[in-house]
């Protein structure tokens, strides 16, 4: 049974926008920090964005500063991306996943759990 599962991928024309959502158990989500990840065809994964546990400290990576929005719903064990102004490198696709500490959100072999995946692609 997985353990994160991502939705709202798709299809989206740059300059628009798009609100990933990642859903998992109650138990992840009361413990663990939160964090999303992208891959592109050909590239390695990169770090997008990270939350604390309680919400308070978020992180970006330096290309989706501004326009990226990291943010979590602990009731509804549930952490989004909101996308805005999403350019055609942004193309890729995207991981949710759990890290026992925000400490090391930008080291991805520290994550415990990791979503499938979710598909983003930005028309130019």
């Known amino acids: 049974q997985a353990q994160l599962v991502e939705s709202g991928g798709g299809l989206v024309q740059a300059g628009g926008s798009l609100r990933l959502s990642c859903a998992g158990s109650?138990?992840?989500?009361?413990?663990?920090?939160m964090g999303w990840f992208r891959q592109a065809p050909g590239k390695e994964r990169e770090f997008v964005a990270a939350?604390?546990?309680?919400?308070?400290?978020?992180y970006y990576g330096d290309s989706v500063k501004g326009r990226f929005t990291i943010s979590r719903d602990n009731a509804k064990n549930t952490v989004y991306l909101r996308m805005n102004s999403l350019k055609a490198e942004d193309t890729a696709v995207y991981y949710c996943?759990?890290?026992?500490?925000?400490?090391?959100?930008?080291?991805?072999?520290?994550?415990?759990?990791w979503g499938e995946g979710t598909q983003v692609t930005v028309s130019s």
């Open positions: 939350i604390s546990w309680s919400g308070v400290r978020t």
């Open positions: 109650a138990r992840i989500f009361s413990a663990y920090a």
């Open positions: 996943a759990a890290n026992p500490t925000i400490s090391t959100y930008s080291r991805e072999d520290l994550y415990d759990y």
